[in-house]
């Protein structure tokens, strides 16, 4: 009967003994959000257990792709086009004893991309409803402080030269003078010719990249008349 008790206690003490050599994995992720583009870092550590162990590091990741680290304690991972998904990294650790856990995993978030609002598209319109339009632009900007305006006017292929500057001048002239806006809440575009007249508003939120203009029309070459040399 003691040696059964004996043989138990030695048995538990045995197994005690070598749960104690494995070591508590853990991992640190990025603990804010990070913007598509920016490298994502991801850190195993590897605390207590057998001092003599000699761990290695094997990564894969649920989104994105690892740019540099693998093999390492620390992992960079590459966030461009993953916009508004999450990333989760899990490390495989070997060199530790058979009954030791050897996984961990983290998740990191990348943000939802900030992008620019096309808030009204027109063609030719009279007076009126162009002010109606610009009367629902200065609300769009007034709901949102932080956001920049931009107007983007094109001339048609048979429009007057200087259509889109001119457009361009009384639009703003009626949000300053009519609606009392700040100049500096807008940014104006003349964006070349299209088949035919029309205008872009945009609100463009902090942080969210400028539209562009998408004519599509090429402007007419400039021809240089021949100079007349006197004889």
């Known amino acids: 009967m003691k040696k059964s008790i004996l043989a138990i206690l030695f048995t538990t003490a045995a197994a005690f003994g070598a749960f104690a050599q494995c070591p508590t994995l853990t991992m640190a992720s990025p603990s804010d959000e990070v913007i598509a583009g920016q490298s994502m870092y991801f850190t195993a550590n590897v605390n207590g257990g057998d001092a003599k162990a000699d761990p ?3 990564w894969s990741v649920s989104a994105g792709m690892i740019s540099s680290g693998q093999g ?3 992992i960079t991972v590459d966030s461009t086009g993953l916009e508004g998904q999450s990333v989760t990294a899990t490390v495989e650790v070997g060199g530790l004893a058979p009954q030791c856990s050897r996984s961990v995993s983290s998740t990191g978030f990348v943000k939802a991309a900030i992008k ?3 808030y009204d ?3 030719s319109i009279n007076l009126e ?3 109606a339009r610009l009367d629902n632009f200065a609300i769009g900007l007034q709901n949102d402080p932080m956001a920049t305006g ?3 006017i094109y001339g048609g292929r048979k429009s007057k030269k200087g259509y889109a500057a001119t457009t361009i001048k009384r639009m703003k002239t009626y949000l300053v003078r009519q609606r ?3 100049a500096a809440r807008f940014k104006t575009v003349d964006g070349g010719l299209r088949e035919d007249p029309s205008g872009e ?3 463009v939120p902090q942080g969210a990249a400028p539209p562009v203009a998408t004519p599509t029309v090429e402007p007419k070459p400039t021809v240089k008349k021949p100079i007349n040399k006197k004889s």
Do not use: N
Request: charged share 20%; aromatic share 20%; no cysteine.
């Open 180 to 182: 009392g806006m700040d």
């Open 116 to 118: 620019a609002q096309k």
């Open 72 to 74: 390492t304690p620390v």
């Open 121 to 123: 598209e027109f063609g």
């Open 150 to 152: 931009y107007i983007i």
């Open 201 to 203: 508003l945009w609100l």
């Open 56 to 58: 290695t590091f094997s």
């Open 129 to 131: 409803d162009e002010w």
